[in-house]
């Protein structure tokens, strides 16, 4: 499979753009452990055209986690289309992606993400002048369609790759169904098997094993599989060797290190001193999702204590031995 001049080796998994989620620590590791692309957090278009820090910090890839695609989203035309502009000539992306699936009513309520699924000539507009105005190789994200009532990908794949896309994305549920419910491969295995449509299709919904999205590969003959909620808290999820629980843990601390680091470094460029100060608090914020979320702890015995101790620490003093504890509880359980 290729998306643009990038090569994929057979059946690929990818990690899925998830806000406060798919940070560059957590891209690093995930792509050390197999994941074939990875993705940044959301860009939102409006936010990065005015500078804001946040949103410009965003754009930070590493060369190591290569391929990276920067996935933006908005709903002006002309924001989003200055937007790719700006991610291609700072950040360098190997591929661009717009969001037209994110089911949230903050974006999609405002006619961003999702919301696009409501007005498809807005949404082809759209992504006829980001293709237009671009080198990089631009790939699309979306859903079956607003609602049941209006299941549109099948005609959406076909005018989508008629403006120019390189790969497309679907996630198997519509906006409706926000993360409700089962996702309907169905239709992505009816896009896929169109004979109309010469484009990498990938598939994306419900995928919780790599035996999983064997499967999807095997059904529905999708070119790629993307992974979300799946990979929070376990960036060893696209090894398809057995990992021990000591590598797992270190893993989890490794994501730790790399975020307070990143932090530390760069307040030290910019000469912020109240950021280096809170660079080490920052980085634990930026981790203890994925630890509060692993499942290396489920079935510890009356472990919610732990748990809030753990979402509760602000240094490395109170983090790391709560970690050490919880990994010889878990060491207890295996040895029964």
């Known amino acids: 499979m290729k998306i643009g001049n990038i090569e994929f080796p057979d059946r690929p998994l990818f990690l899925a753009p998830m806000e406060d989620v798919t940070d560059i620590g957590f891209r690093r590791l995930c792509k050390q452990q197999g994941a074939q692309m990875v993705y940044t957090e959301f860009v939102a278009a409006e936010a990065l055209v005015r500078s804001v820090r946040s949103t410009v910090d965003k754009l930070t890839i590493a060369d190591d986690e290569r391929p990276v695609g920067i996935q933006i989203y908005g709903r002006d035309v002309d924001a989003v289309v200055e937007a790719a502009r700006i991610v291609e000539s700072q950040a360098h992306p190997d591929i661009i992606d717009l969001n037209f699936g994110c089911p949230v009513k903050k974006v999609a309520g405002k006619g961003a993400g999702a919301g696009m699924l409501r007005n498809i000539p807005l949404m082809l507009e759209m992504t006829r002048r980001v293709v237009d105005a671009v080198k ?27 403006c120019g896309i390189q790969a497309l994305t679907i996630h198997g549920r519509t906006r409706a169904q926000m993360y409700t419910g089962e996702a309907d491969w169905s239709l992505i295995g009816e896009v896929k098997n169109n004979p109309r449509i010469h484009i990498p299709i990938i598939g994306n919904g419900d995928i919780t094993s790599i035996a999983e999205a064997d499967a999807a590969f095997d059904r529905y003959g999708v070119d790629a599989v993307m992974v979300g909620r799946a990979t929070f808290g376990c960036p060893w999820f696209f ?12 893993l989890l601390r490794e994501q730790l290190r790399i975020n307070i680091e990143r932090l530390t470094v760069d307040a030290q460029q910019r000469n912020d001193a109240r950021g280096l100060e809170s660079a080490e608090l920052r980085g634990i914020l930026h ?50």
């Open 239 to 250: 090894n398809r060797e057995q990992l021990t629980l000591t590598e797992k843990m270190r």
């Open 136 to 162: 990089t190789p631009v790939t699309v994200k979306t859903r079956l369609g607003w609602s049941h009532d209006d299941l549109v990908i099948t005609t959406l794949a076909e005018q989508l790759q008629d």
């Open 287 to 336: 981790t203890r999702r994925h630890l509060a979320a692993t499942p290396i702890f489920k079935g510890i015995p009356d472990f919610r204590q732990t748990r809030i101790a753990m979402l509760r620490a602000n240094t490395l003093d109170e983090l790391i031995p709560i970690l050490d504890e919880a990994e010889r509880r878990v060491m207890e359980l295996e040895n029964q």
